[in-house]
């Protein structure tokens, strides 16, 4: 049957290339392309009932190929080099979005995710990076594979011995959660947040920019998506009941009926042929999930107190002990990493005190978190750490990014933070 289907699919891209003139392939003393059809349909032509001469001239299939690298990349007899380049290939098969999506109807979920538990690192490592870029801004690729349970596995990964397998991990993970409150449930419910906050600590500075940057992104989708109906309503688009009102007090301009030559104003109103589609939100926040309550769940664990440690002097008092770079260096006196890790404690006191005005218990800060909070304000207050910035970064909340809005409102909710405790 593929086999026919091929051959069929041949004959119409000979004819479409070559034209189909019987008689002047009679002329020629040529069958004509329905004699050769008919001979192939009855077996006569098993030359060209070959599958590989349509591959041949027309190229296989992109889901072929993506069956063909998996294939490889599960063969253990392949040497560790093929199977990485096979894994790379299949990536970039991937990298259209209809090609990750097809990874569920062609069933490829779990052989992919069985590569995770390879011993090789390189493997894990490529496979890691085959999850991130089919789930990346995908919400399809993002349910499918959510279904096949693989946030354990990937929360092990976190903590693996390679270096590049623990970013690579960070990576999926994070394309994984954005936008997908049942992820993110999942991985509450899995105790994720302290498989995380290993990240905040690791030796490689790139992964604990990653771990900051994660944090502080999935606590703003929490603010902008903060109950089930919101995430309903953005998902599925309402007509407005009434005319928009126009800009510069241009309401009732917008309302009068435009007229074409013939038309009067008793006649009926001309309805556009079409209009732009309205936009549809990602079906993940469809799926009537509320995102679990962060801002505590990084209390909690620990991860608010490494990122706040982080930004600290080393002898500060309270102060988590964390890992010293590979490097030597520290994590702070990295400009990318500072702003992340700002950003997101700012971003979890906007979430404390928006969970206190009305969204919930504000799951009170201890004493110690309150002290620890106060000192990093008092930092963010001093000096730049680069005494050669521009004339105009005088503090080191300037230093790290933050407009003096975002100071001001930080300052404040620690403020009240401290008074609370």
């Not at 790379?88 to 052989?111: K, R, V």
């Not at 009102?245 to 309805?271: D, E, Y």
């Amino acid at each position: 049957m593929a086999n026919n289907k091929n051959m069929d699919a041949l004959l119409k891209w000979s004819i479409a290339q070559q034209g189909a003139d019987d008689a002047a392939a009679a002329a020629n003393g040529q069958p004509s392309m329905a004699a050769v059809a008919s001979d192939i349909a009855a077996g006569r032509r098993p030359d060209l009932a070959d599958p590989g001469l349509f591959d041949a001239i027309m190229g296989k299939s992109e889901a072929t190929m993506m069956r063909e690298e998996l294939g490889a990349a599960l063969d253990e007899k392949r040497t560790e080099q093929d199977r990485v380049t096979a894994l790379d290939n299949f990536e970039m098969l991937i990298e259209s979005i209809d090609n990750a999506n097809n990874i569920a109807s062609m069933s490829l979920w779990p052989s992919i995710i069985s590569l995770l538990s390879s011993t090789s690192e390189r493997i894990r490592a490529q496979t890691l990076w085959i999850l991130g870029t089919a789930v990346q801004n995908n919400d399809k690729a993002q349910i499918a594979l959510l279904a096949q349970g693989p946030m354990p596995r990937l929360l092990e990964l976190l903590g693996d011995a390679d270096d590049e397998v623990r970013g690579k991990a960070v990576y999926a993970l994070s394309a994984l959660l954005k936008h997908n409150p049942a992820a993110v449930v999942e991985f509450d419910t899995q105790d994720g947040w302290k498989a995380l906050k290993t990240s905040l600590e690791d030796p490689i500075l790139t992964i604990r920019r990653k771990a900051a940057f994660l944090i502080n992104t999935l606590l703003m989708q929490e603010a902008q998506t903060p109950n089930v109906e919101a995430a309903s309503a953005a998902a599925s688009p309402v007509l407005p009941s009434a005319p928009l009102a126009a800009p510069n007090g241009a309401a009732k301009a917008s309302t009068a009926l435009t007229l074409v030559p013939g038309q009067s104003a008793s006649t009926p109103p001309v309805t556009p042929a079409s209009s732009a589609p309205l936009e549809r939100g990602p079906a993940t926040l469809a799926a009537g999930v509320s995102y679990p309550p962060i801002a505590p769940a990084l209390l909690q664990s620990g991860a608010l107190t490494q990122l706040i440690s982080s930004l600290l002097p080393a002898a500060s008092e309270g102060a988590a002990k964390l890992a010293p770079l590979k490097d030597g260096s520290e994590a702070r006196a990295d400009l990318d990493y500072s702003e992340k890790a700002a950003r997101a404690i700012a971003s979890w006191a906007d979430a404390v005190a928006a969970r206190s005005a009305g969204r919930g218990a504000s799951g009170a800060v201890n004493a110690v978190t309150a002290a620890l909070l106060g000192r990093l304000t008092d930092e963010l207050e001093g000096p730049p750490l680069d005494a050669e910035h521009e004339a105009d970064v005088t503090a080191r909340w300037q230093e790290v990014g933050l407009d003096a809005g975002e100071w001001e409102q930080l300052r404040e909710r620690s403020a009240n933070l401290a008074a609370e405790a």
